[in-house]
């Protein structure tokens, strides 16, 4: 029963081909396989939105997806944020969060990123309303949501 | 919560999935955009020994008209269908009703025909096709046959589609002048389950009498739940404010038996019936009379 099906994806830039059994979720693919451990597990059931990365571009649930169906695809997870990893520079947002208190206990974090960068590559120039809507499916216990509203908020002035 | 174990499939085309699905029988399950599916999994409430994945059919992913009529591939993501200029033109109802789903997150993966042959009671789009008159295509390994959407909601998660057959095609119809539209639901935070979500249809005759009325429900029911009780009061009448009102109140008295649960009992899932019906009555009349198409 034990079906391993090969796959070949690019994370961060970086190809990985691994064979995987096809019950594994691309969660447990990204923390467990990969040991990219910055993708969060929360609820696994796709309410929590920790575990949100993009695939191809767009932000999706990886608790909700098996690792076999990103074969041939593209995912960025927040290791792939930072311009460069051997420095100490943040992506523009994750700056933002971090001036503005955008995270206490930093557990959904990755999460909100993810959703955020995607969300302000559409929409630059977003409302409050539009803000809050798009963070609508993260939950965050710490910040009450008003420090992450207002670190994207920064983030996107600074882009104009 | 880890799903069980399962023999897993991805054919590229629409024939080799349904070889499949003939050959494995209901020990099989088809994967869609997986927003229901595998958290149904996951809690292990769902352990199909196969899963047939049908996100490799790009034949099943389009937006496209038929004449005056629009046809959806099934395997369309919300999120795209949310994005289209020809659904926004051609059927501003199913526009306005895809942001109501889930969030942004859940939009990109999830897809049209996933939605309705999951047949949720909460969800939007089953609201959404019935309001329409839809037709529903589907395909087994011999034939294809179209079903209306007034046949198609059978009971809860429950639809007319056989063992063998896919979902390939949503048909909305081209819809008469003077028709107008609305969706609207009530939810506790943005993109959580409704506890009541509604879509009208009306279409006016040239003295401003309603000639024909959809008015659909989810929530409140097994299914999405067509008011016929609302429609009969409302039609050959002038809709004005008190019309309307009545018709949401019938709509709430004799249309809908809903459910109580620790989200809203049943009567204040009853109260949204009458303002949420009264609420998208009310805008669909106002844009038949503007002259919009739904």
């Not at chain 1, 191809?56 to 930072?82: I, N, P």
């Not at chain 1, 590559?121 to 949501?145: A, F, M």
């Not at chain 2, 389009?62 to 005056?68: A, S, Y």
């Not at chain 2, 004005?240 to 989200?263: F, K, Q, T, W």
Request: proline share 6%; net charge negative.
């Amino acid at each position: 029963m034990s079906q391993q099906i090969p796959i070949s994806v690019n994370v961060n830039g970086t190809l990985y081909e691994r064979a995987v059994e096809p019950r594994l979720l691309l969660s447990d693919f990204l923390r467990h396989e990969l040991e990219l451990t910055g993708t969060h597990v929360g609820c696994e059931h796709g309410v929590c939105g920790a575990c949100t990365v993009l695939l191809d571009g767009d932000a999706v649930r990886s608790c909700l997806l098996f690792a076999v169906q990103v074969d041939g695809h593209g995912l960025v997870t927040v290791e792939g944020l930072a311009p460069d990893a051997s420095s100490d520079r943040l992506h523009p947002l994750q700056e933002a969060f971090r001036e503005a208190h955008g995270l206490q206990c930093g557990f959904c974090t990755p999460g909100f990123l993810m959703t955020l960068v995607a969300f302000l590559e559409e929409n630059p120039h977003p409302s409050e309303r539009e803000i809050r809507e798009v963070i609508s499916g993260h939950l965050c216990r710490c910040t009450g949501y008003q420090s992450i509203v207002e670190a994207t908020k920064i983030a996107a002035r600074r882009s104009a | 919560m880890k799903p069980a174990p399962f023999e897993y499939y991805r054919p590229e085309t629409v024939d080799e999935a349904l070889g499949l699905l003939a050959e494995h029988g209901s020990g099989a399950k088809l994967l869609a955009g997986g927003q229901s599916l595998v958290p149904t999994m996951n809690f292990r409430l769902a352990q199909p020994a196969v899963l047939i994945d049908l996100n490799a059919l790009a034949e099943l992913e389009h937006i496209e008209p038929d004449g005056d009529a629009l046809r959806i591939g099934a395997m369309t993501r919300q999120r795209q269908v949310e994005r289209s200029a020809l659904v926004a033109e051609r059927a501003p109802l199913l526009h306005e009703a895809v942001p109501f789903i889930g969030h942004p997150q859940i939009r990109n993966r999830g897809t049209i025909g996933g939605s309705i042959a999951h047949a949720d009671p909460a969800a939007e789009l089953p609201v959404v096709m019935l309001a329409r008159r839809a037709r529903l295509h589907v395909r087994n390994r011999r034939d294809a046959r179209s079903i209306p959407v007034d046949e198609f909601f059978t009971g809860l998660f429950a639809t007319a589609l056989g063992p063998e057959e896919i979902l390939v095609d949503i048909e909305l119809p081209a819809v008469p002048p003077s028709t107008g539209w609305a969706f609207d639901e009530v939810a506790r935070r943005h993109g959580d389950f409704a506890l009541v979500g509604a879509a009208a249809v009306v279409t006016l005759d040239d003295s401003g009498r309603c000639r024909d009325v959809r008015l659909v429900f989810s929530s409140v029911g097994d299914g999405p739940v067509l008011a016929h009780e609302a429609a009969r009061q409302l039609e050959g009448e002038i809709p004005d404010d008190a019309a309307v009102r009545a018709a949401a109140g019938a709509a709430a008295e004799r249309d809908v038996d809903p459910p109580s649960d620790i989200h809203a009992s049943a009567a204040y899932r009853r109260q949204l019936v009458r303002v949420i019906g009264t609420r998208v009555l009310a805008r669909a009349v106002e844009r038949a009379r503007n002259g919009s198409v739904s």
